[in-house]
Nanobody, 120 residues
Framework: QVQLVESGGGLVQAGGSLRLSCAAS????????MGWFRQAPGKQRELVAG???????SCSDAVKGRFTISRDNARNTVFLQMNSLKPEDTAVYYC??????????????WGQGTQVTVSS
């Protein structure tokens, strides 16, 4: 059974940094694309950044230059380094795993989410 467990969320002031981690288990981690999504209250879930099994990355325009996604296949973990955080980055952040395109998925397994709150 595939499990994805996020950690690293919290409360931070604007301009600060956080590093999210997502530990995966249940199938061969290196074979799958990984994505970080977020959902703010009243808004649709959106892709923040994704990384392919080969290490290619993609991120949204909203976070480009501030957020970096990476993966450690030896540790079955994907990371999201978030710098220069803004209040509008406040959301629940989810990691996901899938077989398809980094940007379009499909992503078939999801974590439970971790809250990120950025105060102004």
């Amino acid at each position: 059974q595939v499990q994805l467990v996020e950690s690293g969320g919290g409360l931070v002031q604007a301009g600060g940094s956080l590093r999210l981690s997502c530990a995966a288990s249940g199938r061969t981690f290196s074979s799958y694309a990984m994505g970080w999504f977020r959902q703010a209250p009243g808004k649709q879930r959106e892709l923040v950044a994704g990384i392919s099994s080969g290490g290619g990355t993609s991120c949204s325009d909203a976070v480009k230059g501030r957020f970096t996604i990476s993966r450690d296949n030896a540790r079955n973990t994907v990371f999201l380094q978030m710098n220069s955080l803004k209040p509008e980055d406040t959301a629940v952040y989810y990691c996901a795993q899938g077989r398809g395109s980094v940007r379009y998925g499909p992503y078939d397994y999801w974590g439970q989410g971790t809250q990120v709150t950025v105060s102004s």
